[in-house]
């Protein structure tokens, strides 16, 4: 995986910010004293001593950590990356064709004269304008998406109402049947409710589910954001663009991503009061039968029939006359 150089320069940056946390000695590792801006060296103490005897680098400005950790200072930590093929080369174009930063050498003699070459602050001016514009971009998406997820949020809220007015439903209609029939109801509500828990979870699942994949491309783009819009304000022409194709992946990303309303069927309950009544009658009725009412009724040529408009028992005689 690609260093990102921008990142790195970053949290260098912020450990000498942080004055709690050391920058190590480029060469041994030792905890840092200072900089030599001319090198783009952390040099420690004993590091220090030889770099500053040797003649050739009086001319070199070197400055202590403290001196550093104020923000007029903060460009001279970056350090500026050279050319992979040429280690003592310096970065100074950038060949649109294979979209990689290249110095002189690689320009010359390595790439295809007809690949197009532009100097690294055009490339990065470039970039920027479209790091901009992709910024605010993703920024709107963001907010789109926080939308997306507060639906998503109401729907669950009304998930729960809905169960809760279910549930009482259910128990109402259990307080209207006989209390003789008690046990035989309350399991026939035992296996509604299941039903209706079910259905619950299965919803919640799926709603839970998409507003974790919402609040998850939202953090990412969010990152891909605050990144895009640190490197505006805070990087510098090599690091926009090195960085520019995280960025926009991710904005490829939200591009791919259809904006749509959120709908999502929030009924847990699948059956209307008139249906719950006829399953329960159902379970009761050769109970209802046998009441001594109901025994020359069923010795006659007529049959029980439940009128869910009444939400009563009707007797039918075969000539399909009412009583």
């Not at 990102?4 to 910010?17: A, D, G, P, S, T």
């Not at 040429?86 to 294979?98: E, F, I, Q, V």
């Not at 100097?119 to 901009?132: H, I, M, V």
């Not at 009482?168 to 006989?178: G, V, Y």
Request: charged share 30%; with cysteine; aromatic share 6%.
């Amino acid at each position: 995986m690609t260093r990102n150089h921008f990142i790195c320069n970053m949290v260098e940056v912020l450990c000498i910010q942080e004055q709690n946390k050391c920058v190590p000695c480029s060469h041994c590792q030792q905890p840092s004293v200072g900089r030599c801006v001319a090198c783009e060296l952390f040099m420690c103490e004993k590091c220090f001593k030889p770099h500053n005897d040797y003649p050739g680098f009086q001319d070199h400005l070197v400055l202590t950590m403290e001196e550093l950790s104020k923000p007029e200072n903060q460009s001279k930590i970056r350090k500026i990356s050279k050319c992979t093929q040429h280690p003592n080369k310096k970065l100074k174009y950038y060949c649109d064709t294979c979209n990689q930063l290249i110095c002189r050498h690689c320009m010359d003699f390595v790439h295809d004269k007809k690949h197009k070459f532009l100097p690294l602050e055009q490339a990065a001016e470039s970039k920027r304008k479209d790091l901009k514009k992709n910024c605010e971009m993703l920024e709107r998406t963001v907010c789109y998406s926080n939308n997306d997820t507060d639906k998503l949020k109401n729907v669950t809220k009304s998930l729960n109402r809905n169960f809760d007015a279910a549930q009482s439903l259910l128990n109402e209609r259990k307080q209207e049947l006989l209390t003789k029939l008690q046990d035989k109801i309350d399991g026939k509500i035992n296996s509604m409710m299941d039903n209706v828990c079910v259905m619950f979870d299965q919803k919640t699942e799926r709603v839970t589910k998409q507003i974790n994949r919402t609040e998850t491309f939202v953090n990412r783009l969010k990152a891909s954001a605050d990144m895009a819009r640190s490197l505006l304000e805070n990087g510098n022409d090599e690091e926009i663009v090195r960085s520019f194709q995280y960025v926009q992946e991710n904005v490829n990303s939200a591009n791919k991503e259809v904006h749509q309303d959120i709908y999502v069927d929030d009924n847990v309950l699948p059956w209307s009061a008139g249906e719950v009544d006829i399953m329960l009658l159902a379970e009761i009725k050769d109970f209802v039968m046998e009441k001594e009412e109901l025994k020359a009724i069923r010795a006659a040529p007529r049959k029980l029939e439940f009128d869910p408009t009444t939400g009563k028992l009707r007797v039918i005689r075969r000539d399909n006359a009412n009583v």
